[in-house]
């Protein structure tokens, strides 16, 4: 079969390309995964993963995760997939269970609305998945009390508050990450808990693909870390993935073709929704939820604030997980809109020096950081493709920042306070708001015996 030529690949055409395929995958007793793909019989694309194990993996192993496999190879080849958005799917290596493609035509569409929105195609993709037919299965019993659980960090405030809050219950925590970038290792140091590494490697011929024409933009990356923790967390015998999306991930950006597109897509309640139907039906052995479902990003900054140890450690900006490491950040940019909400939203909890600590830079005391933070509410445009929370909850942090003689003098505090407030302005009594956004709520899928200690670390 032709390969695309890494040193001078050809000119890229999408719309030549009638099919999406998926070839093959496999795991060997070292855990090196290797997931197969296809553009139509042109290029084929690979990619692989080393899993930490702790010994040989033997062949009823093998078979014992096979549908956590499979589930990591649909999931993960939708960074192929959108390349060029054929509209055919063609699965070799067998078709998804019913809740599997109902979760991949989530992802695969929704889930790359961002990518179709911003690169003005013309429409969502929206491809069909073959289904195969549903099998009998087992009785679905309760699932059995949690003791050992692996939760997914990446280095920022969210995983950092989901950890203790997982260690405050009483559970065997470990952590995991895909990589090992600086902020990671550093909050793995903090916790001072067991930390398992898994190394992606993504088909080296996706940058060239990508400068020959391929469609590029986000895809939705947490869906595939996801997988690859659940599969790790199989093969250790851990009961729990735990992940850490707050329910404001739910909340999208914009309104487009019919859907709300949501550059936190597979962090929400409904990707979480149909991950779990998906893995239901791939596995009984692993459960997942999301932690931190029922709080808001301004509940979980000021749990944060409270973490002093890590305080040093983490870094929520994206910039230091560029693919390109000639625009790799080594720490906070402080010229993003992650670095200036994560700033927003832990100010009201944290004194003007420690976040200049923090931060290297006072953030909102930077006449020319106005307009990134009046367009966290929405003012003048709409709220940024990035993981930041609701309109409200910046809204309710200047509200807050404007009332406190700690902050209101800052130059940024004062323009927002002059500028941005009164376009909210209504009848809106500002206690009860802050008091909604920072209570805990529905839905979640977080275990009763956890909720203690959930309620415990995120409230006052």
Not at 73 to 88: D, E, I, M, N, R
Not at 171 to 193: C, H, K, M, N
Not at 257 to 274: C, M, P, W, Y
Request: aromatic share 6%; net charge negative.
């Amino acid at each position: 079969m032709d390969r695309v030529a890494l040193s001078s690949p050809p000119t890229f055409d999408p719309s030549s390309f009638r099919a999406f395929r998926f070839r093959a995958r496999e795991i060997d007793e070292l855990g090196r995964v290797t997931l197969r793909y296809a553009l139509d019989e042109r290029i084929e694309l690979v990619e692989r993963y080393e899993l930490p194990i702790a010994t040989p993996i033997g062949a009823a192993e093998r078979a014992r995760v096979d549908g956590l496999l499979a589930l990591l190879h649909w999931v993960a080849g939708v960074s192929y997939f959108k390349t060029a958005l054929p509209a055919a799917i063609v699965c070799e290596a067998g078709a998804p269970s019913p809740a599997a493609a109902a979760l991949l035509t989530a992802l695969y569409s929704e889930g790359l609305g961002e990518l179709a929105f911003t690169n003005r195609l013309p429409a969502l993709p929206r491809p069909v998945f073959p289904v195969a037919p549903r099998g009998e299965g087992p009785p679905v019993d309760d699932p059995p009390p949690l003791a050992r659980v692996l939760v997914p960090i990446g280095g920022g405030k969210d995983s950092i508050v989901a950890l203790e809050i997982a260690r405050r219950a009483g559970l065997e925590v470990a952590l995991f990450s895909v990589g090992d970038a600086p902020p990671i290792a550093r909050t793995a140091q903090v916790a001072a808990l067991p930390h398992l590494i898994a190394c992606r490697q993504l088909d080296p011929q996706l940058g060239a693909l990508n400068r020959a024409g391929a469609l590029n933009g986000h895809v939705p990356v947490t869906a595939i870390v996801s997988c690859v923790a659940l599969l790790v967390a199989a093969l250790h015998r851990f009961d729990a993935v735990v992940m850490a999306n707050e329910r404001s991930a739910s909340n999208g950006n914009v309104r487009w073709d019919g859907i709300e597109v949501n550059h936190q897509f597979s962090k929400s309640g409904r990707a979480e929704t149909l991950l779990r139907a998906a893995l239901a039906e791939a596995s009984s052995e692993v459960q997942l939820f999301s932690l931190l479902r029922p709080a808001s990003e301004l509940a979980i900054a000021r749990a944060f604030a409270r973490l002093a140890p890590y305080h040093h450690a983490f870094t929520s900006c994206n910039a230091i997980f560029r693919l390109d490491p000639e625009l790799r950040a080594a720490s906070w940019c402080c010229d993003c809109p992650k670095c200036r909400f994560v700033f927003l939203i832990l100010a009201p909890f944290m004194a003007p020096a420690a976040l200049r600590e923090i931060f290297g830079v006072d953030l909102l005391d930077d006449e020319s950081q106005f307009e990134g933070f009046a367009l966290l509410t929405a003012t003048g445009g709409s709220k940024p493709f990035e993981c930041v929370g609701e309109e409200r909850e910046s809204l309710a942090a200047i509200r807050l920042l404007a009332a406190d003689p700690r902050w209101r003098e800052q130059s940024v505090v004062r323009r927002l306070a002059a500028e941005v407030l009164p376009r909210f302005a209504d009848d809106t009594d500002d206690a009860a708001e802050l008091d909604a956004i920072l209570a805990l709520g529905e839905p979640h899928a977080v275990p009763a015996a956890l909720l203690p200690a959930l309620h415990a670390v995120l409230r006052a």
